[in-house]
């Protein structure tokens, strides 16, 4: 068991309808100390991965995203999902279907920080039904850059985002995988992984 | 000249309408590095000020919050923008009104991540008119924590909000105040601040 599913075992509370709160740490109050760990193992399982640019969305990635940036000593971009009038020029758009609002958003990025020559490790806290994800990927293809490899903290094993994702053969890193869990009892069981 | 405003006179953009755009390096792309710069100048300033959490808004204030929080060795927590159905419990809300999207907002933060014995340092990449740091401060002392200042990166010292929040006896430190800018020939004067 590694430091991440430890601490959501500590922390992590398991409510109906498949919710996982981990808001004590990684997506309401941000425990950084822990993010560093989470850049330094995303640093170690990337080794080979050419990357120049983190991608990331609003809001709860930009803050992992930030401090695993500083382990790649790399700028962040993050994507927006609602068109504001300080966003102005050419831009990147994907349309993605939120699971936790229960609505559709555009998710955006500038086209003059995303190019042909960008190498990109996406980063987000959470992989359920991958929509999010999906149209993170969509802008970076749509900016003919390079996705090296998307760096997620917890996924939910049991929806089907990781799969899709796999599936398209991206390097998909998740450093807890969520099997099934219990609210109930409260229990939660992690994938298991190698190394 | 800091190097703050050093970096918004080499990247930062005039637009029509008082808009600074610094979203190069900023509040869309993030320079990590900078970001690292803003918090030693933040630990500096705030030196004497007993400080056990960050509190920030979402989105551009998270990455900067992030950072800085690594050089007072403290957790994070963001205010959410709009109701969350994995936001539940008791929960401290402040309504605001936004500049830039020109509609009103209400700022969220769960009770259970701020009481009265939290010394907070608010942290935001923008201070205009000072809405949501407006509506921050108010989630504070609903939680009767103790704010212990301010930090925000850039200031538009034509705006009304610094003097609003100074007029509060707050610490307010803004690393770069934008006295006067225009759109036609691009410049841009900053407020001359001691040290």
Same mark, same amino acid.
């Given at each position: ?26 997506? $309401? ?9 989470? =850049? ?7 080794? =080979? ?21 500083? $382990? ?28 936790? $609002? ?16 960008? $190498? ?9 039904? =991958? ?65």
């Amino acid at each position: 068991m590694n430091f991440l599913e430890e601490r959501i075992l500590k922390d992590g509370i398991v409510k109906d309808g498949n919710v996982l709160k981990v808001d004590s740490f990684l997506n $309401h109050q941000m425990d950084i100390a822990l993010f560093n760990e989470i =850049g330094k193992e995303f640093k170690k399982r990337f080794k =080979g991965n050419k990357i120049n640019k983190i991608l990331t969305i609003e809001a709860s990635g930009i803050g992992i995203a930030c401090i695993v940036a500083q $382990h790649f000593d790399v700028p962040v971009v993050f994507a927006k999902k609602a068109k504001s009038i300080n966003l102005e020029g050419e831009m990147y758009v994907a349309e993605v279907e939120s699971f936790t $609002h229960n609505c559709k958003n555009q998710v955006i990025v500038a086209q003059k920080f995303l190019g042909e020559k960008d $190498h990109v490790l996406i980063i987000d806290d959470f992989l359920a039904n =991958g929509c999010a994800l999906q149209g993170l990927i969509q802008i970076v293809q749509s900016a003919k850059a390079t996705v090296e490899g998307i760096g997620i903290a917890v996924e939910k094993g049991f929806q089907p985002g990781g799969r899709i994702i796999r599936n398209l053969g991206i390097q998909l890193e998740s450093l807890a995988i969520v099997e099934r869990m219990d609210s109930t009892t409260g229990e939660i069981e992690f994938r298991v992984q190698e190394g």
